[in-house]
């Protein structure tokens, strides 16, 4: 009996500890149940606005290395977003791509469907997740109902290529009762160039992305930044780092060398909670909230413990210092990156670190077919078995292929634009429902032979899967 009894008040002096480092939202009834399901339920009537831009650009990801990002709002990352527990989020999507890419956005705090059920009939999902072609803008409201830090990405196919090109960001959902302190907002992310440059700008290799063979792995898109930018605390001054890894594939096992973290919260809720862990596993698409105390001036550095990628630009320093400033007092709704979050971002002078951007290579854009729907008119006629197409500049170089009818034939394709992976897809119609062949991505500078197998005479339509909207034409078999 009394071993049940001194089990019972080791079980209450925890819960009061949790309870007093961590209250319970406004309106629980407290106790371990409310902190197990620390969320709101409704909203709180704040309206926050966020706007973002998908943008390509050119970001300087080490030194030397200029890298031609897919951003939100001209940075990859992109901006730190902070709302608070309850808040409805009205979000805006721009697609400003000047390569003809289709967009998207994944939030993961929100609870939002990532396509509506389709009607009879329909062909095209749709829903607050699904792509926003070029020019288009998707709005659409969320309640953040979670505390925590959490990372946003576009998800358009292949999602792989978009989140390694740069497409990511943290946001915070802040909990109202979270005590101020000095904080850091740190994103971890792989990069995948491919082997030379292309006008002195580097591609990114979606061969690399698959083989999981990154160059760079770098805390808020610049390899080995705060070992020259250190963050700064001062002595035995509490301090939290909000950390997302974005990944796309690699885990980042968050360590800083020479100390311990006083309380590690799992996704940044602090319903989940753990005291005096040394390193910390954040897989990729997750994050982690670290409450850290140093008694002791010095250097510490941060890393990621998995060190056949440490090397690769995944190290920091925590400059704890008794001169340092005062922590900041209030943080920005959108933060700037670059800064761990504690600046507000602005359009972007520089590409990360201090490092001067190159403007984006002009690239341009031959004309696009518009597809010739079955039945209609074939603007072209075979001339062979042998088929050949070249892809430059994110363009086919024609807008109508033609093949026999009822023979197998060949299509030579010439993928011309280094580091960027299209492919020759022929679907019966621009739907792209159903596909009458499919070929396998390269990526350029390379050539490829597809062979297809015979088609009955019809007008069918074509494309690359990777860049379907301005990547199109008509096949015409006859």
């Given at each position: ?249 690699l885990t980042n096992a968050f360590h800083v060398i020479g100390t311990m973290f006083n309380q590690t919260h799992d996704t940044g809720n602090p319903a989940n909670t753990e005291y005096g862990l040394q390193t910390y596993s954040i897989p990729p ?194």
């Open positions: 009996m009394r071993k049940i009894f001194a089990i019972g008040v080791l079980f209450l002096a925890f819960a009061l500890i949790v309870g007093l480092t961590w209250h319970s939202p406004a309106g629980s009834d407290g106790g371990a149940a409310a902190a197990v399901a620390y969320k709101v339920d409704a909203a709180n009537g704040t309206t926050v606005n966020i706007n973002l831009t998908a943008e390509e650009t050119v970001q300087e990801i080490a030194p030397g290395i200029k890298y031609h990002v897919w951003t939100f709002n001209g940075t990859a990352p992109g901006p730190v977003i902070r709302v608070h527990l309850g808040d409805t989020v009205h979000f805006t999507l721009t697609n400003g791509s000047s390569i003809g890419m289709q967009h998207s956005i994944d939030f993961h705090p929100a609870m939002t469907p990532w396509a509506n059920l389709p009607t009879a009939g329909q062909t095209t999902l749709e829903g607050n997740y699904q792509p926003v072609n070029p020019g288009e803008t998707k709005t659409f409201d969320w309640v953040a109902m979670y505390p925590g830090v959490f990372m946003y990405h576009c998800g358009v196919p292949p999602v792989l290529q978009h989140i390694s090109n740069g497409m990511y960001g943290a946001i915070i959902v802040e909990p109202d009762n979270l005590p101020a302190e000095r904080e850091y907002v740190l994103v971890s992310s792989e990069f995948y160039p491919g082997a030379h440059p292309v006008h002195g700008v580097y591609e990114g290799d979606l061969n690399r992305m698959l083989a999981v063979d990154p160059q760079y792995v770098v805390f808020n898109g610049v390899a080995d930044q705060y070992k020259t930018t250190p963050l700064v605390v001062q002595p035995n001054e509490p301090f939290r780092l909000w950390v997302v890894n974005a990944g796309p594939t698409g997750s994050g982690a909230m670290f409450e850290l105390q140093i008694p002791d001036a010095g250097l510490y550095p941060f890393v990621t413990h998995a060190f056949a990628y440490t090397g690769l630009g995944a190290v920091g320093l925590i400059k704890v210092d008794p001169a340092a400033p005062a922590a900041p007092s209030s943080y920005p709704v959108m933060g700037d990156p670059f800064t761990a979050g504690v600046t507000a971002a602005t359009p972007p002078t520089s590409g990360g670190g201090g490092a001067t951007p190159t403007p984006t290579p002009t690239m341009t854009m031959s004309p696009t077919a518009t597809p010739t729907s079955s039945g209609a008119a074939a603007p072209c006629t075979p001339s062979g078995s042998a088929l050949k197409i070249s892809a430059s500049n994110v363009a086919f170089d024609t807008s109508c292929l033609a093949a026999p009818a009822g023979a197998p034939f060949t299509i030579a394709f010439d993928n011309q634009d280094a580091g960027i992976p299209h492919n020759i897809s022929i679907y019966t119609d621009s739907s792209a429902s159903k596909a009458l062949f499919t070929g396998a991505l390269v990526t350029g500078p390379k050539k490829m032979v597809y062979k297809v197998g015979a088609l009955k005479a019809g007008t069918y339509y074509f494309r690359c899967d990777v860049h379907p909207t301005t990547m199109n034409g008509t096949f015409v078999v006859q």
